[in-house]
């Protein structure tokens, strides 16, 4: 395995990064990439990778995608090379998004990457707002958010019970506990830089984050370190009728009610982790 030279043999031998297997990889072309986790998406990530390729997003950082295991078809790879797409990740292991978002994490650190852009598969957020995030990682900025809620931003079709609970549960109580006025937190369009990622006392290689773990946590963690945080504007659409999302009915809302209840009391936190590793 190559990694890149900020990485040390032993540092990289710690992280815990579920198994996955490398479809295709043209290589790294550019400073940053973008990565896109998807399953079973079907049109809603042929959508988006439209859309990226109308704004020629491959021309200012390159796009890798990393599948959950998807079995609609939607991931052929030629098709998704028309479109810019430079790498397919297939995660083989078991865990959700945050298990796939560590093994396509951990390879574009590996491959030497200065920035993370990440935007969900589902056809929902617009990538217009990439090259803005991409900017502010240039200017320094560890931690970009993407938020339909503040002056520019746009949400559209947003259902009533999940508006409320991040603007009166989940975004409060992430902005309590970070020390960071957070105002749009539950949603994965956001970017990172390589030296947040890389911080021992970040350390997110961590078979801790399986489900939706590491999104609330790295809210959480990142401000209370110092690192540099900003919200940018951004349109988040909803499809009318059935919304089309992964976390569904009473058991999942509860299940992200608790993982937010243990990032904002530093459940997650490494130190607490060493002291409790049950």
Known sequence: MSIAPDISARMRAAWQVPAFETAFWLGRSKPCCVIIPVINEGDRIRNLLSRMHALD???IADIIIVDGGSKDGSLAPAQLQQNGVRGLLVKTAPGK???????????ALDQGYDGIVTIDGNDKDDPQAIPAFLEQLTQGTDFVQASRFIPGGTGINTPGARHMAIRLIHAPLLSLSSGFHWTDTTQGFRAYSRRMLLDARIAPF???FMTYELLAYLSHRVPKLGFKCVELPTARVYPPGEVPTKISG????IDLIKVLLTACTGGYDPVAQVRDPG
């Open 57 to 59: 997003i491959a021309t």
């Open 97 to 107: 998004l945050s298990a796939q978002l560590r093994c396509a994490y951990a390879f």
């Open 206 to 208: 961590r078979d801790v």
């Open 250 to 253: 009473v058991r999942g809302n």
